[in-house]
């Protein structure tokens, strides 16, 4: 089974200033990642995946993410946030097929102006 | 093109009453997978179904079963409903090959 950590659970930023959001993972198999955020009251949105290839992926908002496999990470980063971007976000693993996605606790971004 | 629609949105029911959630996958999309949200939680994975049938089940009990349409829409059920139920149930779907998700915006089932 696979279990996915991510290491804060609030993570206060100043508008336009750069935010990076921790995800750690551990799985005996190789895993697929996501990054989904998810507003007030709403469902997930999905903000970036991997699934093979280059290590560096982008995703939508301005947001990307780094797949390091010799320290299970998988980083969500924004050079430049905005208070639009003030939400739940989630990382996820899965096997694929008929796995389902395995969540961490979801990281609360709060942008100060 | 449609994405997942999910009804209700929000219900309130009795402790130990049976509750059926409604869930229309997007257009393509034959798997479908249900999760579970508690508050200040991350979702945590009930079960998926493709082509009609249970592929895959996480942690729960059997008191919650689904079913697959063959239009791919989806329901689950949740029997003798417990107050820990109460959460955001969350319906995703795929085209089948389980690494493209798509999620609803949730149904709030509050057990009183």
């Known amino acids: 089974a696979q279990s996915v950590t991510q290491l804060d659970s609030q993570v206060p930023v100043f508008e336009e200033a750069p935010v990076e959001l921790r995800c750690n993972y551990s799985s005996s198999v190789s895993v697929y990642l996501f990054w989904y955020v998810q507003y007030p009251n709403q469902g997930l949105q999905l903000l970036l995946k991997y699934l093979s290839g280059s290590t560096l992926v982008k995703g939508i908002n301005g947001f990307e993410a780094e797949f390091n496999k010799s320290q299970t990470s998988f980083h969500l980063r924004k050079p430049s946030v905005h208070i639009s971007d003030t939400a739940e976000y989630f990382c996820a693993v899965t096997r694929g097929g008929a796995d389902g996605l395995t969540f961490g606790k979801g990281t609360h971004l709060i942008i100060q102006p | 093109e449609t994405g997942v629609t999910q009804s209700p949105t929000h219900l309130i029911k009795t402790r130990g009453q049976q509750v059926t959630l409604r869930c229309s996958s997007q257009s393509g999309h034959n798997t479908v997978s249900w999760y579970q949200q508690a508050l200040g939680q991350g979702p945590q994975f009930i079960f998926q179904y493709y082509r009609e049938e249970e592929n895959g089940r996480g942690n729960f009990p059997p008191r919650f079963s689904g079913l697959q349409f063959p239009n791919y829409s989806s329901e689950l059920n949740v029997n003798a409903l417990e107050l820990d139920d109460s959460a955001l149930y969350l319906c995703?779907?795929?085209?089948?090959?389980?690494?493209?998700?798509?999620f609803g915006s949730g149904t709030r089932l509050t057990v009183v």
């Open positions: 995703a779907s795929s085209s089948g090959t389980g690494i493209g998700y798509t």
